[in-house]
C-alpha cells in the first residue's frame, strides 16, 4: 500500500492543476500573461512496501504550437530513498542532506519512528551521511547516545580525539538550547585540539562567542600542525597567533627562495616576487635567532 503527502509547495501545487481546468482560451491567455503563477516547486513525502522517498518535483506548464497545454516536469530533482529492504538511505543525483529543509525531514523522521532524532539532526545536517540515517531508520541506531557513538567513529577530526558519546551528546544538547551555529562550524578548531573534551568544555561553558577572536590562530596550527591547549582562556590562544606567525615565516624562508623579508617597525614582513628586494641576509639571520 502506497502514500504521498505534500510537505511543502501545496499551493503552488494547486494552483498548477487548476490551469488544466481552464478552457483553452483562458489557459492561452494565462500562459502568455502569468505562466509562472502556475509552475510548481514541492515536496513530497512517500512510501510504499519497498521504499520510503523524500523529493521534491519542479512542474512548468506549457504551451503547444496546437494549443493544448502540458505539464513538463524539471530533470533537476532533489531527493533521498530509504530502501526497506537493504536498510540503506540512498541520495538522488545532486542532492546532499542540506537539499531539504528541518520541516521537511521531522516529517520524515515522524514518519519513520524516529522523532528522538530531530534536535540532534538539527545540530549537525550536513554532518550526518546516508548511512547513519540508514542505522537510525533500520533500528541499528535506536537513541542519541549510540547515534553519538556511531558518529565519533566515523569522523576523523573527532575519532582520535578523547571527546566521548557522553561529552558530545552534551555539546549537542548545550548548542540545540541556546540556538547555536551547527556543530560543523567547530571542525577546524577539533582538529587542533589537545583535547576535544576540553573544546567542548569551552563551548558548553559560554566562550565560543569570542572565537572569532582566534580563527587566525586555528588557521596557522592547521598549516603548521600544531596543536592548541583549548584548557586555557581565550585571550592566552590569542597569545600563540605572534608565535604561530614566526613558526610560518621561517618555515617559508626555508622552503620558498622567492621570499624577501622587509622591516616594518619591529616587525618583519615578507615581499613575494619584489625584483627591488634580494632576500636580506642579515634580516634573515635576524629572524632565526629570534625564532
Known amino acids: 500500500m502506497s502514500s504521498r503527502q505534500i510537505l511543502n509547495g501545496l499551493e503552488s501545487l494547486q494552483r498548477h492543476r487548476e490551469f488544466f481546468t481552464f478552457s483553452p482560451e483562458r489557459q492561452r491567455m494565462e500562459y502568455y500573461l502569468n505562466k509562472n503563477w502556475y509552475n510548481t516547486n514541492y515536496v ?3 512510501s510504499d512496501d519497498d521504499k520510503v522517498c523524500l523529493a521534491n518535483e519542479i512542474r512548468r506548464v506549457r504551451l503547444g504550437s496546437t494549443g493544448k497545454a502540458w505539464a513538463q516536469s524539471d530533470k533537476d530533482r532533489r531527493g533521498l530513498t530509504y530502501d526497506k529492504h537493504t536498510k540503506k538511505v ?9 537539499s531539504f529543509s528541518q520541516h521537511e525531514m ?9 522523532s528522538w532524532f530531530k534536535d540532534t539532526y538539527d545540530v549537525l545536517t550536513g554532518l550526518v551521511t546516508p548511512t547513519m540515517l540508514g542505522k537510525v531508520f533500520s533500528g ?5 547516545p549510540g547515534f553519538c557513538k556511531e558518529f565519533i ?4 577530526w573527532l575519532k582520535n580525539s578523547d571527546v566521548t558519546p557522553e561529552k558530545l551528546e552534551a555539546l549537542l544538547v548545550h548548542m540545540r538550547t541556546n540556538n547555536m551555529v551547527r556543530l560543523g562550524a567547530f571542525i577546524q578548531s577539533f582538529s ?7 573544546l567542548c568544555d569551552q563551548i558548553i561553558n559560554g ?4 572565537y572569532h577572536l582566534i580563527y587566525q590562530v586555528i588557521e596557522q596550527a592547521l598549516a603548521l600542525n600544531e596543536k592548541i591547549d583549548f584548557s586555557k582562556d581565550v585571550k592566552e590562544i590569542v597569545k ?3 608565535q604561530f606567525r614566526k613558526m610560518i615565516l621561517k618555515l617559508k624562508l626555508e622552503t620558498n627562495p622567492e621570499i624577501a623579508l622587509v622591516k616594518n617597525g619591529d616587525r618583519l614582513d615578507e615581499v613575494h616576487n619584489h625584483p627591488a628586494y634580494a632576500r636580506p641576509e642579515p634580516l634573515m639571520d635576524l629572524v632565526m635567532q629570534d625564532l
Open 240 to 242: 600563540l597567533e605572534e
Open 106 to 114: 521531522n516529517s520524515l523522521f515522524d514518519h519513520m519512528d524516529v
Open 192 to 198: 587542533v585540539a589537545k583535547s576535544g573534551r576540553d
Open 140 to 144: 541499528k541506531i535506536t537513541d542519541v
Open 207 to 210: 566562550n565560543s562567542n569570542k
Open 90 to 98: 540512498k541520495l538522488w543525483y545532486n542532492s546532499n542532506m542540506y
Open 44 to 46: 513530497y513525502l512517500y
Open 153 to 156: 567513529k566515523s569522523k576523523p
